[in-house]
């Protein structure tokens, strides 16, 4: 069974900064690209930042420079560093696998920017 355990999530304010954690067990993690995804209510889900298995990282505009995606293969684990946090990036976010025609997603979770 593939599971896809993300972590780390919370409230923030403006500026400041979190990490996420997406633990996966049930695939060879080390051959997938894995990355993050967010959804606000209302919008379609969109990619935040993706890293493939060569380690090769893809950003979305809105979090260049700001957000950093990086995995450990012993740990099966794929992180977000998130700083310099906005109200706008306030969203669920998913952790995603991708290998070929298979994909598997985390339940998500939440990152509120407010004061």
């Known amino acids: 069974q593939v599971q896809l355990v993300e972590s780390g999530g919370g409230l923030v304010q403006p500026g400041g900064s979190l990490r996420l954690s997406c633990v996966a067990s049930?695939?060879?993690?080390?051959?997938?690209?894995v990355g993050w995804y967010r959804q606000v209510p209302g919008k379609e889900r969109e990619l935040v930042a993706d890293i493939t298995s060569g380690r090769a990282t893809n950003y979305a505009d809105s979090v260049k420079g700001r957000y950093t995606i990086s995995r450990d293969n012993a740990k099966n684990t794929v992180y977000l560093q998130m700083n310099s946090l906005k109200p706008e990036d306030t969203a669920v976010y998913y952790c995603h696998a991708r290998r070929e025609d298979r994909d598997y997603w985390g339940q998500g979770t939440q990152v509120t920017v407010s004061a």
């Open positions: 049930g695939i060879f993690f080390r051959i997938f690209t």
